[in-house]
């Protein structure tokens, strides 16, 4: 059973670019979690989405992030006109249901130049 | 809102030695309560877990024990080995019906043999 997938694993854009993270769930986990993690930070909530809704985006930038995750195919975490300071590690996480276990992916790192 | 105070590293010990990372935790109501571990290159991996008051939790040598009067859940290992070397975060999910966790800044921790 193939863990929780995660592309690319290093992502480079200029400042103005878009950035679009990809993360696959684990088979037959319907919730998926994306929680980002800043330089010397521990990670920080997200985004949390099940097929074809959002949940909770509380930790979400009100501006230039966005979450979905399809019926069919992998999450996606898009960020437009990337700035420096969103560079950082972004981990993807599933589970079967609510309660609690949360599987990671290895995480995308996005450097902003 | 909650939070987690971890121990700050980097920790270096020596192979054998007895480990302790300390982790207090702030929460409404009653959390679950984990220890993640995330390898270089690598995503978080579950390690352990309490969900009440008195659980222990305890996987691969390490243990931690949910203390509901003193907010705490300090992971300990007896005799650790140069595999452990990693990055260790304790983290908690309120039981209010919000399904995200919230992470300490995470403890480096260097074994040397």
């Known amino acids: 059973n193939a863990g929780v997938m995660q592309n690319p694993r290093h992502l480079v854009r200029r400042r103005g670019q878009e950035a679009r993270l990809r993360c696959s769930p684990m088979?037959?986990?319907?919730?998926v979690y994306w929680y980002r993690q800043l330089p010397e930070e521990g990670l920080k909530f997200m985004v949390y989405?099940?097929?074809?809704?959002?949940?909770?985006e509380s930790g979400m930038p009100k501006e230039r992030f966005s979450a979905e995750f399809p019926k069919e195919g992998p999450s996606i975490l898009r960020i437009q006109q990337v700035v420096r300071g969103d560079s950082a590690a972004y981990f993807c996480a599933s589970s079967a249901d609510s309660l609690y276990e949360q599987y990671f992916g290895p995480g995308t790192r996005l450097t902003v130049t | 809102g909650d939070s987690v105070t971890q121990m700050e590293g980097p920790v270096t010990l020596s192979e054998e030695a007895f480990l302790t990372i300390n982790c207090t935790y702030t929460?409404?109501?009653?959390?679950?309560l984990f220890w993640y571990v995330q390898y270089p290159g690598e995503g978080l991996q579950l390690l352990l877990k309490?969900?009440?008051?008195?659980d222990k939790g305890s996987n691969k040598g390490f243990e931690a024990t949910y203390r509901k009067e003193t907010t705490s859940f300090h992971l300990e290992k007896g005799s650790v080995q140069v595999s452990d070397s990693a990055v260790y975060f304790c983290a908690l999910i309120s039981n209010f019906g919000n399904e995200k966790l919230t992470f300490g800044t995470g403890t480096r921790l260097t074994i040397i043999p």
């Open positions: 929460a409404t109501g009653y959390p679950s």
């Open positions: 088979k037959g986990h319907s919730h």
């Open positions: 309490a969900t009440k008051a008195d």
């Open positions: 989405l099940q097929k074809e809704n959002i949940i909770d």
